[in-house]
């Protein structure tokens, strides 16, 4: 037998799964499973590569979860930024604030199981990952910040709302449905419409005149 097919055939093939397949496959241990539980060695085991193979791309535990942190951030980001962009010019701010909820939804539940798993885990990691964090965590509040800011300023919403305050019950009560979402009863669109109408237009019936 030819020696260069005997070796070719004796050694086992490469995975070929690299830092972002990791990355994939962490993320979505990470939002079923929670920080606690995934172990680098469960890690490897679901992505099919040996334990020791994960050094090749990261030192820890702690950067792969770091990693996912920011991605899940910038991921709910960039679909925000984008569905405002595209509403911008029609000048209807009910319409601007619709698309900036539903983007933030639909990135949590349709798009992303690293934005899923940034919720999911955020309060549980130590403290070092959590700061490490905060700037991708703080450009997304600002980017809330700076549209609820320019619709307070053109009038459309009340003056005397706090803003810090709104967007943390906004983005607080958007997250939380993670905990509870099912999609056989509902889809993500139809939720993003719901939650946009309490925000927009309230509980309460309007007493007529």
Do not use: C
Request: hydrophobic letters at 45%; aromatic letters at 6%.
């Amino acid at each position: 037998m030819n020696e260069a097919v005997t070796e070719a055939t004796e050694q086992p093939s490469r995975n070929p799964i690299g830092r972002d397949g990791i990355l994939n496959v962490a993320a979505r241990l990470f939002r079923e499973q929670g920080y606690g539980p995934v172990s680098l060695r469960k890690i490897a085991e679901a992505a099919g590569i040996k334990a020791g193979s994960i050094y090749y791309h990261f030192g820890s535990k702690d950067e792969i979860v770091l990693a996912i942190l920011d991605e899940g951030i910038w991921t709910v980001h960039e679909k925000m930024r984008q569905a405002v962009s595209d509403q911008s010019g029609s000048g209807d701010a009910e319409a601007i604030l619709r698309a900036a909820i539903g983007a933030h939804l639909r990135a949590l539940l349709d798009v992303s199981d690293y934005s899923s798993a940034n919720v999911r885990i955020f309060g549980q990691v130590p403290p070092s990952v959590r700061d490490a964090n905060l700037p991708a965590r703080r450009a997304y509040e600002a980017q809330w910040d700076g549209l609820l800011n320019r619709l307070q300023k053109e009038g459309v919403l009340r003056s005397d709302v706090d803003i810090r305050r709104l967007r943390l019950m906004l983005i607080g009560a958007l997250n939380a449905i993670l905990e509870w979402f099912d999609p056989q009863r509902g889809s993500a669109e139809a939720l993003a419409s719901a939650y946009a109408d309490v925000f927009l237009t309230g509980i309460l019936e309007q007493q007529k005149v």
